[in-house]
């Protein structure tokens, strides 16, 4: 993210000048700004409340998103650091990163820890076997052939975040391992764009999602708070149920339906079990966390998911988030926290 908060300070001079010789609009109403597009992979959909000469924040925000995957976070874009770390896997000088991406890791590491090793971000050779990017597309429905065992225990074999180096601002990769940062790129950059949006002059409020991650930040004009809704896991255009939220917080949900294929009857979706390197199968469709923080809500929306209600629920605690898990049976349970914020 270093080279984007460059990008991001010089960006705040020239709305700091702006705001001058603009300083007679603040008395003025901000104004709805709505804009849906992609990036990072995603959808992304916004919801911005400026004040008058805000009107190209909408793009500005889409700029950072995209510079965060190309700079730092996409296994598939060449140059890319990450794309850099896994070409330089099994080298004995390792790969050099920024501070930004040193810090992720640091943070990844600990969950791995926190979580038993079910949140791994050195799971890429397991997560590549089973082609989520062609279902992606589409093009798997019925004709998908899940990985063979002996094949699985081989790239297995290759993962672990225990086998990670990292000293000195540089990475060390062992042969055969790649980084796949996709459980947490989407709350990465909500903590990217909430920098952003503490130092815009122009955004008063705002509710942007990035995929299933969704940040709040400020409040309306009319001082009504944000609502964000949880989706049915197996009914795309109904709610679960809608959390009411003032001011800054970060929704993220990780569900069995938001990259899968079925096949004879069997539902393979993306988020795998490091156990097993089949995809996880604890009872569970949907969980979203709530949390002030990006990192936190999309890792531990990833990490919940895998372990179930119970261990999720005392992971949650100990990283001081509130979680709500829906399960295969269509049942809710969530932390006491939770009941604050949610109403079905
Ligand atoms: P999310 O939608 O945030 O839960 O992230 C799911 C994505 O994380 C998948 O598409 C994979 O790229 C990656 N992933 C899958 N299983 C794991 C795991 N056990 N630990 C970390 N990342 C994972
Ligand atoms: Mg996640």
Request: charged content about 25%; hydrophobic content about 35%.
């Amino acid at each position: 993210m270093k080279n984007f908060f460059k990008a991001g300070v010089c960006l705040m001079g020239l709305l700091g000048l702006t705001g001058l010789v603009c300083g007679g609009c603040r008395g003025a109403e901000p104004e709805r700004v709505q804009n849906t597009d992609t990036a990072m992979g995603t959808v992304v959909q916004q919801n911005l409340y400026v004040r008058s000469g805000g009107e190209k924040e909408a793009e500005e925000i889409l700029k950072l998103l995209r510079g965060l995957e190309e700079q730092q976070l996409s296994r598939r874009l060449e140059g890319s650091e990450v794309w850099n770390v896994n070409a330089a896997a099994g080298s004995e000088e390792g790969c050099p990163v920024s501070a930004d991406l040193e810090a992720l890791l640091e943070d990844c590491l600990s969950l791995w820890k926190q979580s038993e090793g079910a949140f791994d971000v050195t799971l890429g050779e397991v997560i590549a076997l089973w082609d989520m990017d062609g279902w992606a597309l589409g093009e798997r429905e019925g004709v998908f052939t899940p990985p063979d065992e002996e094949t699985l225990q081989d790239a297995l074999g290759r993962c672990g975040s225990g086998r990670l180096e990292l000293a000195e601002g540089r990475l060390f990769l062992p042969e055969g391992m790649k980084l796949d940062l996709g459980a947490v790129g989407k709350g990465a950059a909500l903590d990217c764009l909430l920098g952003y949006l503490a130092e815009s002059e122009k955004i008063t409020g705002a509710v942007i999602s990035v995929g299933g991650s969704v940040l709040t930040y400020g409040d309306k004009p009319d001082g009504s708070p944000w609502k964000v809704g949880i989706r049915d896991p197996r009914d795309s255009s109904a709610n679960m149920g809608v959390l009411t939220l003032e001011g800054q917080w970060c929704v993220s949900t990780s569900g069995d339906y938001e990259r899968f294929v079925e096949v004879d009857g069997v539902r393979y979706h993306h988020i795998l079990d490091p156990a097993t390197g089949r995809p996880a199968d604890s009872g569970t469709a949907g969980v979203t966390v709530l949390s002030k923080s990006g990192f936190d809500s999309d890792a531990l929306s990833t990490a919940c998911f895998i372990l179930g209600p119970e261990k999720g629920m005392e992971l949650a605690e100990r990283y001081g988030v509130e979680v709500l898990f829906v399960g295969t049976d269509g049942s809710i349970q969530m932390s006491p926290g939770m009941e604050a914020y949610f109403r079905d």
